[in-house]
């Protein structure tokens, strides 16, 4: 989906991490400004985490300088905004995060000419009982907890058994997670913008351990199994890597399409296998 919006507004989201003395920001903010409109920086807690009801109701364009792992983590925070995203890559490997520091100018620029497209990408939402649920941009990922073992995962797609596999866990991808963690496991590598789950086992100790690739309207459920003599297993997902629950036998990671998206941004034209040919470039 694409569609020319006007800006004159932004919501400015930082790395320090990767912008250590904020030289871009206030570059990027100084320039926003000059040009006559609006830039708000955002509001962090201790942890980094943007304040809860921060987010001024007026701004129209979040701006994200760090790399594709800040801007998945700001598209997480974003959810339910449907703030367009645009990434200022601060990192190496960038797929989402578009725009090189040395063009981010010429970004600008471009966004005040509503020279700009928008694209959207599915989340997903995981619940764990009914007290517990989040969202991802790249991934859930339901693994071992604790030491070097396999453990067993049931796999049930709207509520059959697919599979059952000893392993060190279970990626839950959307199309634009394909080429992070699922790509390190093996996995296929979706075009980003399809609506579509990729479930890739970790290690598994088996010969014939594939990807699944199933509809983005599938509900999957990852169970946790019994230890190899009958004990308790201990297991952990992860939602994009960060945010963490501990897990154990019995219980059950519900995964489904999320009803909002991440709308990213998008300046160039060039397609998704050429971006990703260039950037595999040596690894």
Do not use: W
């Not at 995981?126 to 070097?148: K, W």
């Not at 009958?230 to 952990?236: M, T, W």
Request: aromatic content about 6%; hydrophobic content about 35%; charged content about 20%.
């Amino acid at each position: 989906m694409t569609g020319a919006i006007t800006m004159d507004k932004f919501y400015l989201i930082t790395n320090p991490l990767k912008d250590q003395n904020n030289e871009v920001t206030e570059e990027i903010k100084a320039y926003i400004e000059q040009s006559g409109k609006v830039c708000h920086l955002s509001k962090k807690d201790e942890e980094g985490f943007i304040l809860p009801g921060s987010v001024p109701e007026n701004v129209q364009c979040a701006i994200v300088v760090g790399g594709d792992g800040t801007l998945i983590r700001a598209a997480r925070e974003l959810s339910g905004t449907a703030l367009p995203i645009l990434g200022v890559n601060m990192g190496t490997l960038g797929y989402l995060a578009e725009v090189e520091r040395s063009n981010v100018k010429g970004a600008l620029e471009r966004l005040f000419r509503d020279d700009v497209d928008i694209e959207e990408r599915m989340m997903l939402v995981g619940r764990v009982g009914g007290n517990f649920s989040h969202t991802a941009l790249n991934d859930i990922v339901v693994c071992r907890e604790g030491g070097l073992r396999l453990v067993h995962f049931h796999v049930y797609v709207n509520g059959v058994l697919l599979n059952s596999y000893q392993a060190d866990g279970v990626i839950v991808s959307t199309p634009t997670g394909t080429t992070g963690y699922n790509l390190s496991a093996g996995g296929p590598v979706v075009e980003p913008t399809a609506s579509m789950f990729v479930i890739t086992p970790i290690c598994s100790h088996s010969l014939n351990a594939s990807s699944v690739v199933l509809s983005g309207e599938d509900c999957i459920e990852v169970e946790i199994g019994e230890s190899r003599y009958g004990g308790v297993e201990h297991a952990c997902v992860t939602f994009d890597g960060a945010k963490t629950l501990s897990l154990m036998t019995g219980d059950r990671v519900s995964v489904q399409k999320a009803t909002d998206t991440t709308r990213l941004l998008k300046l160039g034209k060039e397609s998704f296998m050429k971006i990703m040919r260039e950037k595999m470039k040596g690894n």
